[in-house]
């Protein structure tokens, strides 16, 4: 059983199918990186070829796909729209576990997202101190510095990590960022052990952070609270751990 029809068992047989089978494609695109010919999208979804030609012409006709001279298929600028208006959803529905996160640790929450091959932070509550982080949101950074990243990344198979960290080149941003593919792919394997990761002033010198990823989200999210390195010491990360999870976990549910 493909992922697509599998996707679609789960949801049950309440539903319309034709609906059904087209946001499967709209999602099978999107996992391959918004382009796929016709042959690879029915591999994929396990699709009869009649049914996808009459999908896709639908999804073409309304402006969610576009078809290139080279006849594959890319997703098409009307998904746009919904996607701002899901990511301020996002946003509204993760405020509540950041700001709880806020009130028990201090310091500031975020919620970021791998896109592409950057992390774009979408949600935040900030630290009510007078000295705190200021990461807007709309923010891209690149995840091979980022507790956000490494997060994410440390659920990810290694063979689409090592193909990001070539498209980025993973530059250099303080003296303790790891630009040794080798030494990142350790240092995933040990956040993913220990169920957290961690930017030791990675991206900005002075500023560390942990992170956890959002299980079961859908889209590659994680959850991290950051602020100076003076205060987030490691009794601080300890307490913040099981508070993001719990964080996470959460939020996974509100998103279901």
């Known amino acids: 059983m493909t992922e697509a029809s599998t996707a679609a068992a789960r949801r049950g047989t309440g539903g319309v199918q034709s609906i059904e089978r087209a946001f499967g494609l709209l999602e099978t695109l999107a996992d391959a990186g918004g382009t796929l010919g016709l042959s690879q999208l029915a591999q994929e979804s396990g699709l009869p070829l009649p049914t996808i030609h009459r999908l896709l012409r639908t999804l073409v006709d309304l402006g969610y796909l576009r078809q290139e ?12 729209r919904l996607g701002e208006a899901s990511s301020h959803m996002l946003s509204v529905w993760a405020r509540p576990h950041l700001s709880r996160l806020v009130d028990e640790l201090g310091e500031s929450a975020n919620l970021a997202m791998l896109d592409g091959d950057e992390i774009v932070y979408v949600a935040q509550a900030q630290s009510r101190q007078s000295m705190r982080m200021f990461t807007e949101v709309g923010r891209r950074v690149l ?10 990344m440390a659920g990810m ?7 990001i960290l ?61 602020g100076p390195a003076g205060r987030m010491t490691d009794t601080l990360v300890d307490r913040a751990v099981p508070l993001l999870l719990e964080a996470g976990r959460a939020l996974s549910a509100d998103l279901r």
């Open 69 to 80: 001279a080279s006849r594959q298929y890319v997703l098409g600028p009307r998904l746009i």
């Open 157 to 163: 198979p290694a063979a689409d990590v090592r193909e």
């Open 143 to 152: 995840p091979h510095c980022t507790a956000v990243g490494k997060a994410i």
């Open 166 to 226: 070539k498209r980025t080149g993973m530059p250099h941003h303080t003296d303790t960022t790891i630009t040794d593919p080798d030494v990142f792919a350790s240092e995933l394997a040990t956040a993913a052990e220990r169920g957290y990761a961690v930017d030791e002033g990675e991206q900005e010198a002075g500023v560390r952070c942990v992170a956890v990823v959002v299980p079961d989200a859908p889209a590659r999210l994680a959850i991290s609270v950051s």
